[in-house]
């Protein structure tokens, strides 16, 4: 069943992020503390009820520059094409302004569903304005404070008030489905085409399951697999600027029903900031990744793969889990790496360890190095087991949550993966009192 899609629109300032942010249930801007990983999220999925849709931040609207018109179009044309029910934040402490009716008259033409939400109006001398804003000549009109959390309920009842119930089924399949994601022009595409065209592969077309997604089903060493490529949106001058964000939504649709997600880097270009944005939002989600730079045969000294790797770890400091494999499209060297990589990130997301070795691993790790203490207490482990695949999660039972530290839980997460192979997989680690 097809999740709904909702979109969040308005002038700069009238309290969007926010709303997003307190819908989706938390604050999405932290991976790493490291520059270029902590970024805007403008994609999100909500539950709500029975329900589920995916919900679409957008940048503020602005007509104050003319050399801004075109981006304005271009704005309200994506979220119009990707949403099903377009919210419409409104600040509910303002005139309405030149900017809210241009969005009004833009919105007006789409034909979709249309909810003003007054935002900023948290007591109830503010709540008498309301009334104004039905000016915009939408029927639907609700206040709520973001910043508050007041009326945020009522607008979610709203959002899902003519939407089907999400009944999850668990379908049988077992094809590996894999994404490739990355900037524009480093190669997805070729990448693709490379992989399929390897003699021991059966290419078999499928119908793309998102607009601006290839997917591609095929067979290598007898296995199925469906590589699923995605469109970019191109970078390509001032009007583009603000809005290359929406290339990510592409790909956070595929990352989402994917499996394993290819990181592609530019060995032409190298690493840039953009590069670890679109990595956090695999991370964020949870899946297995592969860093494959392509085009290494751009690069003069094809035995300095070594100081390239030293670059890639310290550029990704927060995905060390993650395994770096050097390829060509063009020329297809090296593109036997791929697949094995693949399915070595796809059984060692689905590994199951038995809880008598894992606790032993875990007894030993606190004996060489026992947890620090804080206000005269230390964390004491009393038993660990494994609570999860794709990705692997870990619970342990301790005397107090709030007695573990970043560091030792990096320290533990360590451990587990210097005894057991799971390269190309996050783990995640979970602490509950044994009491509660």
Not at 19 to 30: A, H, Q
Not at 221 to 226: E, R
Not at 409 to 418: M, Q, S, V
């Amino acid at each position: 069943m097809k999740v709904p899609n909702v979109a969040i629109v308005g002038r700069p300032n009238v309290g969007k992020s926010t709303i997003f942010n307190k819908l989706i249930g938390k604050k999405v801007s932290i991976i790493e503390d490291t520059p270029g990983v902590t970024r805007d999220r403008i994609y999100g999925t909500v539950s709500y009820n029975k329900y589920k849709f995916h919900l679409i931040d957008t940048g503020g609207i602005d007509v104050s520059d003319e050399d801004f018109n075109n981006e304005i179009i271009i704005q309200a044309r994506i979220a119009i094409e990707e949403a099903d029910t377009i919210l419409f934040v409104v600040d509910g402490i303002e005139e309405l302004n030149q900017n809210d009716f241009l969005i009004r008259d833009i919105l007006m033409k789409s034909g979709k569903r249309i909810i003003v939400v007054v935002n900023k109006l948290d007591n109830a001398k503010r709540e008498d304005n309301l009334y104004n804003y039905y000016e915009l000549g939408f029927e639907e009109v609700l206040p709520v404070s973001g910043e508050h959390s007041l009326g945020l309920s009522d607008l979610l009842d709203s959002i899902v008030k003519n939407m089907n119930e999400i009944i999850e089924e668990k379908e049988e399949d077992d094809r590996i489905k894999f994404c490739l994601i990355g900037r524009p022009n480093v190669g997805k595409s070729s990448l693709v085409n490379a992989l399929i065209n390897e003699e021991k592969v059966i290419v078999s077309p499928i119908a793309g399951t998102t607009r601006d997604a290839i997917d591609t089903e095929f067979t290598y060493n007898k296995k199925k697999y469906v590589a699923i490529d995605t469109a970019g949106i191109r970078k390509s001058g001032k009007i583009f600027e603000k809005i290359e964000k929406y290339s990510v939504l592409r790909s956070m649709k595929a990352i989402e029903r994917s499996d394993i997600c290819l990181l592609v880097i530019n060995a032409e270009e190298g690493i840039i900031e953009h590069d670890k944005h679109i990595a956090s939002y695999a991370i964020e989600e949870g899946k297995p990744i592969i860093i494959v730079v392509n085009k290494w045969d751009t690069v003069n000294d094809k035995n300095d793969i070594s100081s390239f790797s030293k670059l890639v770890r310290a550029e990704f400091k927060f995905l060390s889990y993650a395994s770096i494999t050097y390829v060509s499209a063009l020329t297809k060297k090296r593109i036997f790496t791929i697949m094995p990589e693949i399915d070595k990130a796809y059984t060692n997301s689905h590994r199951k360890i038995k809880t008598n070795l894992l606790n032993d691993i875990i007894r030993d790790a606190v004996l060489l190095k026992a947890p620090p203490s804080y206000k005269g207490k230390r964390l004491k482990i009393s038993f660990v087991e494994q609570t999860g695949i794709n990705p692997p999660q870990f619970t342990f039972f301790v005397n107090s949550d709030k007695l573990i530290h970043f560091s030792y839980e990096r320290y533990l997460e360590n451990k587990i993966r210097e005894n057991f192979d799971f390269e190309g997989t996050p783990i995640t680690l979970e602490f509950k009192n044994k009491n509660n």
